[in-house]
């Protein structure tokens, strides 16, 4: 099973930035999907961006044009949420995500621990 470490999270005041990486235990191959989430505080937890195998990537409305998702693949696959212009309301639990389908059909997927970003003046 596939890894996932997360880490960048702190506190940053509104208007500043900070920068997320997700490194998986292998370097990734065949098609799969990995993705950042975030949790706040009693609410769900909302897809962020989403990179595919093929690089193709996605973005929640609440992000776009100020997060960029990306990808490294060396030893391991590392992803990356560069995170701009951030807003309090950007303050939240952030979790890396994979997922892909076995040669069997069956959906494999991995979370990350998690890794904490608060934005406050």
């Known amino acids: 099973q596939v890894h996932l470490v997360e880490s960048g999270g702190g506190v940053v005041q509104p208007g500043g930035s900070l920068r997320l990486s997700c490194a998986a235990s292998e370097r990734l191959s065949d098609f799969y999907v990995m993705a950042w989430y975030r949790q706040a505080p009693g609410k769900q937890r909302d897809m962020v961006a989403t990179i595919l195998s093929g690089g193709v990537t996605n973005y929640a409305e609440s992000v776009t044009g100020r997060f960029t998702i990306s990808r490294e693949d060396a030893e391991n696959t590392v992803v990356f949420l560069q995170m701009n212009r951030l807003k309090p309301e950007d303050t939240a639990v952030y979790y890396c995500?994979?997922?892909?389908?076995?040669?069997?059909?069956?959906?494999?997927?991995?979370w990350g621990q998690g890794t904490q970003v608060t934005v406050s003046s």
């Open positions: 995500f994979y997922k892909t389908v076995s040669s069997l059909g069956q959906s494999i997927e991995s």
